[in-house]
């Protein structure tokens, strides 16, 4: 089933009721069960924030996948830069046009802006190659350093 054959497949601005659909989107990007309480207490938050958009995929009313994007105002750019944090669809909605549209609405939704970055984990190939598939050029590296 490709998106134009979803019914209604429409995209909207999640609020603090989508906790427990973001919360397994979440849990099944990171491939863990998180604490629901401290899980519902950020996205609270993240919900509230005018420079994170956190985005939701329905089709008839059930999600199909979430993405959330956050302003950062950095030194050394110029203009607006938006980094895609989050970005996860359904397994069975994978390869149907549905993350492609997410990626077209969250375009329409930041209109002006210098940058879109994207981190994504060397393990995950097939997002590498949709993030290509949209526009995105590999042009740094990302280092992270655990405190344990």
């Avoid at 490709?2 to 849990?27: H, M, T, W």
């Avoid at 924030?49 to 956050?70: D, Q």
């Amino acid at each position: 089933m490709s998106s134009k054959e979803y019914k209604s497949l429409n995209f909207r601005q999640a609020d603090p009721e989508d906790s427990e659909a973001v919360y397994g989107f979440i849990c099944k990007l990171e491939q863990k069960k998180m604490d629901y309480e401290t899980f519902k207490s950020r996205f609270r938050e993240q919900v509230m924030s005018p420079s994170i958009l956190l985005v939701l995929a329905e089709n008839e009313g059930v999600p199909l996948g979430f993405l959330s994007c956050h302003n950062q105002n950095l030194l050394h750019h110029d203009g607006e830069i938006y980094e895609i944090v989050e970005f996860v669809v359904e397994e069975e909605s994978r390869g149907k046009g549905v993350g492609k549209k997410m990626m077209e609405y969250l375009e329409a939704q930041l209109k002006d802006y210098e940058l879109i970055e994207v981190a994504s984990n060397n393990s995950r190939d097939g997002a590498h190659r949709f993030y290509e598939q949209c526009g995105f050029k590999q042009s740094h590296y990302k280092f992270t350093k655990s405190k344990k």
